[in-house]
Antibody, heavy 121, light 111 residues
Framework: EVQLVESGGDLVQPGGSLRLSCAASGFTFSGYSMNWVRQAPGKGPEWISYISSSGVSVHYADSVKGRFTISRDNAKNSLLLQMSSLRAEDTAVYYC??????????????WGQGTLVTVSS | QSVLTQPPSVSGAPGQRVTISCTGSSSNIGAGLDVHWYQQLPGTAPKLLIYRNSNRPSGVPDRFSGSKSGTSASLAISGLQAEDEADYYCQSYDSSLSGFVFGNGTKVTVL
């Protein structure tokens, strides 16, 4: 069974940092692009970052560019999101989601169950 | 404001057919980029419903169908059932933003 499990969500103060992890299983992780998508309370999903299967190509939404860093460890079937300079508007459930292929403008399937990040003093 | 625009809500009686529109622009749907649809049940992660405009993943009932024309796409649910009550989101890629974009979402209510 294809499975994605996020962890690392927490309550953090504005300006703080946090690292999210996503553990993948049930598929050849190194063969797929991966994404982080977040959903603020009561809002729709917002894509924030993409990484190709090899890790060579990365992209960010303007809302997180320069503050968040996506990376992956194909040997450990793991996707990471390093978040810094966190703001109240970063409060959301963060999902990792698999792309449909190694690279490209694909759909997201499946999604993990999400991990909650709350930025508040 | 979302790049892809959906109606906030649609409703229908059991057994009826409802449609959800997703309107984009020349930098996303109108540029020939594919549209995908997700269903989100309360308290759960979004689930892929339609990919590449009109394709259903394995396990998705054929009551769900998708189409695309010009700068818009549509999701149709026929034979509406109580378990279809959920939020539905369209998604594409925007070449101007160089990123993936979602619609603002449509809440489907079964009367």
């Amino acid at each position: 069974e294809v499975q994605l499990v996020e962890s690392g969500g927490d309550l953090v103060q504005p300006g703080g940092s946090l690292r999210l992890s996503c553990a993948a299983s049930g598929f050849t992780f190194s063969g797929y692009s991966m994404n982080w998508v977040r959903q603020a309370p009561g809002k729709g999903p917002e894509w924030i970052s993409y990484i190709s299967s090899s890790g060579v190509s990365v992209h960010y939404a303007d809302s997180v560019k320069g503050r968040f860093t996506i990376s992956r460890d194909n040997a450990k079937n793991s996707l990471l999101l390093q978040m810094s300079s966190l703001r109240a508007e970063d409060t959301a459930v963060y999902y990792c989601a698999r792309g449909a292929s190694a690279a490209g403008f694909n759909w997201f399937d499946p999604w993990g169950q999400g991990t909650l990040v709350t930025v508040s003093s | 404001q979302s790049v892809l625009t959906q109606p906030p809500s649609v409703s229908g009686a059991p057994g009826q057919r409802v449609t959800i529109s997703c309107t984009g622009s020349s930098s996303n749907i109108g540029a020939g980029l594919d549209v995908h649809w997700y269903q989100q049940l309360p308290g759960t992660a979004p689930k892929l419903l339609i990919y590449r405009n009109s394709n259903r993943p394995s396990g998705v009932p054929d009551r769900f169908s998708g189409s695309k024309s010009g700068t818009s796409a549509s999701l149709a649910i026929s034979g509406l059932q109580a378990e279809d009550e959920a939020d539905y989101y369209c998604q594409s890629y925007d070449s101007s933003l160089s990123g993936f974009v979602f619609g603002n979402g449509t809440k489907v209510t079964v009367l």
